[in-house]
């Protein structure tokens, strides 16, 4: 049986993850099949969003300890390095958005900080629990930290205790925790914000956010010019401007 669903409808594709039995932990067949789903999506150019959400009570639980403790895998080839999986989303054209309606701890927090936008139902538990088993949010502090305070990220890492989404939006993890009626709704607006902005631009503003905190402020300012005056001469930017000036929707809007 799939462990990841998938669902395409009006440029936006959601994914679920389904493997309840498991807690949607990141078995090997699971960031397999993760992979292939987000494969195609970048490679669709009717996606414009993606949405990753869960079925079940949980999220994601983070690593398959069953699976570590064993050595074994599953899938068809070689184990992917869950490194790719986390670094993947930002350099994605595509906006991904986080429903979270479940628990997310260990790994799973990996996945909900590397998200563009999240937003989470209030009564899920988050933490960093991989100290109470004995190893560390390693390869998740990449994404994780540079969303954190210093002090909050000394406090979870080295505590391993779980709090509820409230918190985990507090310190920056997630944008925002809501009730869970109201989740649909929420990612509803973000996914009808994102989807009046040009494709092209979207794309553009990722590399913004990837790649200029970690320029030389010279550098950094030479590269976002030329970008500047590349999209201003792009046709996608044309045909903004003109549905601007003649007060219409621009083309890319389903």
């Given at each position: ?88 989303f930002a ?37 960093f629990t ?18 954190m305070r ?105």
């Amino acid at each position: 049986m799939p462990l990841v669903l998938t669902d395409l409808s009006d440029g936006v594709l959601t994914v679920t993850l389904a493997d309840e039995a498991n807690r949607n932990a990141l078995s090997s067949q699971l960031v397999e099949e993760l992979h292939d789903a987000l494969d195609a999506a970048d490679a669709d150019p009717e996606v414009r969003v993606v949405v990753l959400t869960n079925s079940g009570r949980v999220f994601c639980a983070g690593a398959d300890l069953s699976e570590r403790s064993s050595g074994e895998g599953g899938g068809t080839r070689k184990p992917v390095d869950p490194s790719l999986l986390f670094s993947r989303f930002a350099e994605s054209p595509k906006v991904y958005v986080g429903r979270i309606a479940g628990h997310c701890v260990a790994g799973g927090m990996g996945l909900a900080a590397a998200m563009d936008i999240s937003i989470a139902v209030d009564d899920a538990r988050f933490g960093f629990t991989e100290t109470r088993v004995g190893v560390a949010p390693a390869m998740i502090s990449v994404v994780c930290l540079p969303k954190m305070r210093p002090a909050d990220a000394r406090a979870a890492f080295l505590r391993g205790n779980r709090f509820l989404a409230p918190e985990a939006a507090r310190i920056g993890l997630i944008n925002e925790a809501v009730p869970p009626h109201e989740i649909d709704a929420a990612v509803a607006a973000v996914v009808a914000d994102v989807l009046a902005c040009g494709p092209g631009a979207l794309a553009a503003a990722k590399q913004l956010l990837a790649r200029v905190p970690g320029m030389p402020v010279d550098e950094a300012f030479a590269w976002t010019g030329e970008l500047s005056a590349s999209l201003f001469r792009s046709d996608e930017a044309a045909e903004g401007m003109r549905a601007f000036l003649d007060k219409r929707p621009p083309p890319w809007i389903p």
